[in-house]
């Protein structure tokens, strides 16, 4: 049964070694939405720079970011462990930058550290050196948490999530004034199973690439480092060229180049298969 609810935007920022967190973060507001979305009127998004940014040029990368992905947030998770990240043009780093960025429009943060052991011979002591500046500055600004595992982590964030979605305002609104409502412009197509796995798995791939190649030998369809064609029987054949036109008639996937062997995933894809559940 469809219903109206109105979106928010829910960035995740964080430096390349919380890798796990961000998986975490995403996993936690799926099943937020799985639970309230119906009730509170309220569907949260989780997006980031690698899944909801594209190619473009003439300014720095990061300006690209801003304007392309964080400037259209409304809630932003930050997340550090030993690393602060790369530097920006004006900022120590590109996720200090969303995040200073953020708080200028005077929108709910939410800065989480891990305090879980590290090999002292693994990390960047002068990233070491320029977190640990910023989590002091941050001393005076507000509050932020520590967790020491990636289960605290989930805990702490699912408990905090909640209470931010009940006092906060901004999400008061959703539920306060109809007319505010929006109807959600992101729903999930109706799909087959393969055509599920095979968009899981090209989100999954680093360039987001399919490859279906016919040859002497029979057909191949791979992306993620995988052939998904296990068998060169006709049935099994079918069964995944049908995937492959489930995908590009929900424009889930886009063709490059023009003989059909090579498909992209599309900004809606990345979004499409973080709500699949496997």
């Not at 300014?59 to 990240?85: H, M």
């Not at 989480?112 to 052991?117: A, E, I």
């Not at 968009?199 to 480092?225: A, P, Y």
């Amino acid at each position: 049964m469809s219903y109206n609810a109105k979106v928010f935007n829910v960035m995740i920022a964080s430096p390349g070694d919380v890798a796990s967190e961000r998986s975490i973060v995403r996993d936690v507001i799926y099943e937020w939405n799985a639970i309230h979305s119906y009730s509170r009127n309220i569907v949260l998004l989780p997006v980031g720079w690698e899944t909801h940014s594209s190619p473009e040029m003439g300014t720095s990368p990061q300006e690209i970011i801003n304007y392309q992905v964080a400037n259209k947030c409304d809630l932003l998770i930050g997340v550090f462990w030993t690393r602060l990240g790369t530097p920006t043009n004006k900022y120590s780093s590109g996720t200090v930058e969303e995040i200073e960025k953020h708080l200028e429009f005077e929108k709910p943060a939410m800065l989480y550290f891990s305090s879980q052991p590290v090999a002292i011979d693994t990390v960047d002591l002068d990233q070491i050196a320029k977190l640990k500046q910023f989590k002091e500055s941050c001393q005076s600004r507000g509050l932020y948490e520590e967790y020491d595992s990636h289960s605290d982590f989930k805990q702490k964030f699912y408990h905090h999530l909640q209470l931010k979605l009940n006092e906060h305002p901004l999400f008061q609104d959703a539920n306060t004034f109809e007319s505010e409502v929006l109807e959600s412009k992101t729903s999930i197509p109706t799909l087959s199973d393969t055509a599920r796995v095979l968009l899981k798995e090209t989100s999954l791939d680093e360039h987001g690439n399919i490859l279906f190649i016919r040859h002497m030998g029979g057909t191949d369809l791979q992306t993620n480092g995988k052939n998904l064609i296990s068998s060169q029987d006709r049935r099994e054949v079918a069964k995944w060229e049908e995937a492959l036109e489930e995908l590009a008639t929900e424009e889930l996937i886009t063709e490059r180049g023009h003989k059909g062997e090579i498909f992209e995933i599309t900004n809606l894809g990345y979004q499409i298969a973080d709500m699949i559940q496997l």
